[in-house]
Antibody
Framework: QVQLQESGPGLVEPSETLSLTCTVS????????WTWLRQPPGKGLEQIGY???????NYSPSLWSRVTISVDLSKNHFSLRLTSVTAADTAVYYC?????????WGQGTPVTVSS | DVVMTQSPLSLPVTLGQSASISCRSS???????????LNWYQQRPGQSPRRLIY???NRDSGVPDRFSGSGSGTDFTLTINRVEAEDVGVYFC?????????FGQGTKLEI
């Protein structure tokens, strides 16, 4: 059974870059698409984007200019970079599996944007 | 973008009673291969979301058979029979047919 674990800094300064990694266990990263999502405090869920193991990506239209998702086959993990962050990017960030079905989720990592 | 509208947003229920949550999409959700990517998730307090139902009516492994999904076209429903205390949380529908894939606002189920 696939398991996912997010990791990265919990505090990012405004205008800086948010960087998170999702480590996949119980499955090869070559077996599926992989997704990043987020949930601002007290709000709903938003898909940020997804990646296939061969590097094909698709990003949310509202975030595409600031987002990069990449994959590292050797480490069986995928990563998120979000540039020029503001307070509006404060959220719990989740990684998950295929974006159409989101079968399994990581436990989530809270990220606060503040100086 | 497809808009997913859930109702009600707050759902007080009595233990042992049934509860239904509606999810309406602003356009049809049939994918090119005939699949309908409409899923339901449960988010208990302090936890990450957990998928309950995928492709309208398929229950995930380990999900009690008290949970069922139904619907077609643009109208979908999650039904919970014999509500238990452990069912407290927020329930989301999500469409995975038209990018960007998106969620309903969430329905908070309270005992």
């Amino acid at each position: 059974q696939v398991q996912l674990q997010e990791s990265g800094p919990g505090l990012v300064e405004p205008s800086e870059t948010l960087s998170l990694t999702c480590t996949v266990s119980g499955a090869s990263i070559t077996s599926s698409y992989w997704t990043w999502l987020r949930q601002p405090p007290g709000k709903g869920l938003e898909q940020i984007g997804y990646i296939y193991y061969n590097g094909i990506t698709n990003y949310s239209p509202s975030l595409w200019s600031r987002v990069t998702i990449s994959v590292d086959l050797s480490k069986n993990h995928f990563s998120l970079r979000l540039t020029s962050v503001t307070a509006a990017d404060t959220a719990v960030y989740y990684c998950s599996t295929d974006p159409r079905t989101l079968e399994a989720w990581g436990q989530g990592t809270p990220v606060t944007v503040s100086s | 973008d497809v808009v997913m509208t859930q109702s009600p947003l707050s759902l007080p229920v009595t233990l042992g009673q049934s509860a239904s949550i509606s999810c309406r999409s602003s356009q049809g959700l049939v994918y090119s291969n005939g699949d309908i990517f409409l899923n339901w998730y449960q988010q208990r307090p302090g936890q990450s979301p957990r998928r309950l139902i995928y492709k309208v009516s398929n229950r995930d492994s380990g999900v009690p058979d008290r949970f069922s999904g139904s619907g077609s076209g643009t109208d979908f429903t999650l039904t919970i029979n014999r509500v238990e205390a452990e069912d407290v949380g927020v329930y989301f529908c999500m469409q995975g047919t038209h990018w960007p894939f998106n969620f309903g606002q969430g329905t908070k189920l309270e005992i």
